[in-house]
């Protein structure tokens, strides 16, 4: 089992609705909001002129996303239907990562339609866990990649439905999450998708005090039924301090337009094939 403090968990939203219960959080020994420095508002973050043309970088990160078997059974053992489920998680996590200046390109989607390559059990901190270890075993060695999702249809025991480590990108173990995919709305699973990626970028839960155009952000420690596409100010701050002092270094080069899977969208900012140029919408 995996140390508090090097994983982050996200739950369901209603297991927090119960007046006779308090808030789950993560169980991350790590990340003492009391004994925190105060977040810096964005507007008061002061960096150098060299600095400011490191964060004015757009980053890439090359993602490989993992379909495990109850994954596919759940979809009929229809490969299509996982792909298009698979796809339209990845165009949404595009639409949110855009405003940290991120652009997610699939390089990969690996169904497990013959049974799981890693252990996928009840328990969410074993599953990342094996995961990472055979990301580092096999997948790396097969794929060049900056991170990998797990996307799981198997309930993990209490209200888990997501970990991941946190500032882990480039790492060849640790640049993992997990996810369940519990709800029927894509755009839930999309935005726990984003919420580990989030992790990984170096980015804690919100606090009470952290905003975003809508009554619930991201890096929420509760999945809302009603999920925003926003990170709060607090995450843009903890993103940008994460590129300055950690310099992830993979996601830096921008992939080959032949190395996307994903079919072309329009907007995106990314290169795919079949496109001439894409600005952005």
């Known amino acids: 089992k995996l140390p508090d403090s090097e994983a982050h968990a996200v739950y369901k939203y209603e297991n927090v609705e119960k007046e006779d219960e308090a808030p789950k959080m993560c169980g991350v020994t790590q990340t003492n909001w009391e004994s925190d420095e105060p977040i810096k508002k964005a507007s008061k973050l002061v960096v150098t002129a060299e600095q400011q043309r490191y964060l004015n970088n757009f980053r890439f990160i090359e993602l490989v996303i993992v379909a495990d078997y109850r994954m596919f059974t759940k979809f009929n053992s229809n490969l299509n239907e996982v792909k298009t489920w698979v796809y339209e ?38 599953t990342l866990d094996s995961f990472g270890e055979w990301r580092k075993r096999d997948l790396l060695k097969r794929k060049s ?23 882990s990108m480039c790492d060849p173990k640790r640049s993992t999450g997990i996810v369940q995919d519990y709800s029927s709305r894509n755009l839930v699973v999309a935005v726990i998708m984003a919420h580990e990626m989030g992790h990984n970028l170096g980015i804690h839960h919100d606090r009470e005090n952290c905003t975003c155009h809508a009554n619930s952000c991201i890096m929420s420690a509760v999945i809302s039924d009603q999920p925003s596409k926003y990170f709060s100010n607090c995450s843009h701050v903890q993103y940008w301090n994460y590129i300055n002092d950690d310099k992830p270094q993979c996601i830096l080069n921008e992939p080959l337009r032949t190395d996307i899977v994903s079919p072309p969208v329009c907007g995106n900012e990314l290169l795919e094939v079949g496109e001439e140029c894409d600005c952005g919408s």
């Open 145 to 167: 990649h900056d991170n990998a999702q797990l996307l799981t249809a198997i309930d993990f025991n209490g209200t888990i439905i997501g970990l991941a480590h946190k500032a």
């Open 89 to 126: 998680i990845v165009n949404t996590l595009n639409e949110i990562y855009r405003y940290l200046y991120v652009r997610v390109a699939l390089v990969a989607l690996e169904v497990w339609s013959n049974g799981d390559l890693s252990s996928v059990t009840l328990s969410a901190y074993d």
